[in-house]
T-cell receptor, first 111, second 113 residues
Framework: DTAVSQTPKYLVTQMGNDKSIKCEQNLGHDTMYWYKQDSKKFLKIMFSYNNKELIINETVPNRFSPKSPDKAHLNLHINSLELGDSAVYFC??????????FGQGTRLTVV | DQQVKQNSPSLSVQEGRISILNCDYTNSMFDYFLWYKKYPAEGPTFLISISSIKDKNEDGRFTVFLNKSAKHLSLHIVPSQPGDSAVFFCAAIPSGTASKLTFGTGTRLQVTL
């Protein structure tokens, strides 16, 4: 019974394509995040939503657009994929000031 | 601008011995700190946390120490076990903000037999 689940786990696509990564949490948390782990293994926050509202938007190309249809879902859509977008993307959720729970990650490879 | 740093990218410790992982931060607004463990092909999993009003928090084999004046925290694992081999990330959250977790650069711990 996965708490934070992301799909797909692996995604290989060509440059210029548009792709989406989906995230769902069944923990009843009110805040959800997208993090990117780059080739240097740094975990950097991209976006955060609280109760479907965008509250954190780091310096991310506007080709990346998060969408939160409800509190339990936060999807990430990426337009015109570039080689540099290749990374592992993690979704996470959190309630209040508690610890964040992470999904298993989506390894995106742009070729 | 890396506000949370883990200066040791890797650490090797013998089974049964103590592992000490260090983390330094620069933002004095951070008031809540967490440690996460990450295995390959998995997401980070929460390990232990500490509030800035404390200087120590213990949970089983794991103890986190916080030195606010030095802007330094450390994670002690005693005794270390082979299953502890993973990448450990520290993370920090500033007070009065919308809950942004800032992660350190990670330390790969290898516990040898």
């Amino acid at each position: 019974d996965t708490a934070v689940s992301q799909t797909p786990k692996y995604l290989v696509t060509q440059m210029g394509n548009d792709k989406s990564i989906k995230c769902e949490q069944n923990l009843g948390h009110d805040t959800m995040y997208w993090y990117k782990q780059d080739s240097k293994k740094f975990l950097k926050i991209m976006f955060s939503y609280n109760n479907k509202e965008l509250i954190i938007n780091e310096t991310v190309p506007n080709r990346f657009s998060p969408k939160s249809p409800d509190k339990a879902h936060l999807n990430l859509h990426i337009n015109s994929l570039e080689l540099g977008d290749s990374a592992v993307y993690f979704c996470a959720s959190r309630y209040g000031q508690d610890e964040a729970f992470f999904g298993q990650g989506t390894r995106l490879t742009v070729v | 601008d890396q506000q949370v740093k883990q200066n040791s990218p890797s650490l090797s410790v013998q089974e049964g011995r103590i592992s000490i992982l260090n983390c330094d931060y620069t933002n004095s607004m951070f008031d809540y700190f967490l440690w996460y463990k990450k295995y390959p092909a998995e997401g980070p999993t929460f390990l232990i946390s500490i509030s800035s009003i404390k200087d120590k928090n213990e949970d089983g084999r794991f103890t986190v120490f916080l030195n606010k004046s030095a802007k330094h925290l450390s994670l002690h694992i005693v005794p270390s076990q082979p299953g502890d081999s993973a990448v450990f990330f520290c993370a920090a959250i500033p007070s009065g903000t919308a809950s942004k977790l800032t992660f350190g650069t990670g330390t790969r711990l290898q516990v040898t037999l």
